[in-house]
């Protein structure tokens, strides 16, 4: 059964820090990992999908990278902004179809 | 573009009452997917509709089931609520098949069982 962990649980880091999300899982035969931000009562924005044959993606700020064969992604946030507070939740699709396994994310709160 | 739409927005309900949530999926997506998030946990795959069957089930009880229709939106159906069944409900959308398997969530029905 896959499970997926996210370290720290929460996280309050001063406005411009750089920082690093982890989030580890148990089964290593996955499909993609896609990172998610949720801000408070809402649904899921997906913010990066990386393929399990790559090693990492990129969008503005932010630089997830994948090391499927020791189970581990990071999630890279460059200049942190008050903008960025809110859950982040990484998740992995095994299996044949596009299921997906959540960590119980990781609240990152930037203060100014 | 239209993304995942999710209805109604909040729910409250009394305990053995039944509720219905709705999803319509992003343009161009065939594939439903539902999950239940409860406060402070990351969500939990209920089940996946494709072309109007069920084609995985987490574990939910049967009290939990669902629909699609030939237009590809879904509905969720809940018997019998338990206070426990208190949580957000998230709709998923994506494309059957396709190799990167993104899905695209909905803003979520918030249901309250009192």
Redesign the interface.
Known sequence: KQEVTQIPAALSVPEGENLVLNCSFTDSAIYNLQWFRQDPGKGLTSLLLIQSSQREQTSGRLNASLDKSSGRSTLYIAASQPGDSATYLCAVTTGTASKLTFGTGTRLQVTL | DAG?T?SPTHLIKTRGQQVTLRCSPKSGHD?V?W?QQAL??????IF?Y?EEEE??R?NFPDRFSGHQFPNYSSELNVNALLLGDSA?Y?C?S?S?GT??????????T?LTVT
Not at chain 2, 40 to 45: A, C, H, L, N, V
Not at chain 2, 99 to 108: C, H
């Open positions: 995942v999710q594939t997917s999950y402070g946990q990351g969500p939990q795959f996946q494709y084609r995985q987490g957000l998230l998923a994506s059957w190799a990167n398997y993104e899905q695209y969530f909905g803003p979520g918030r």
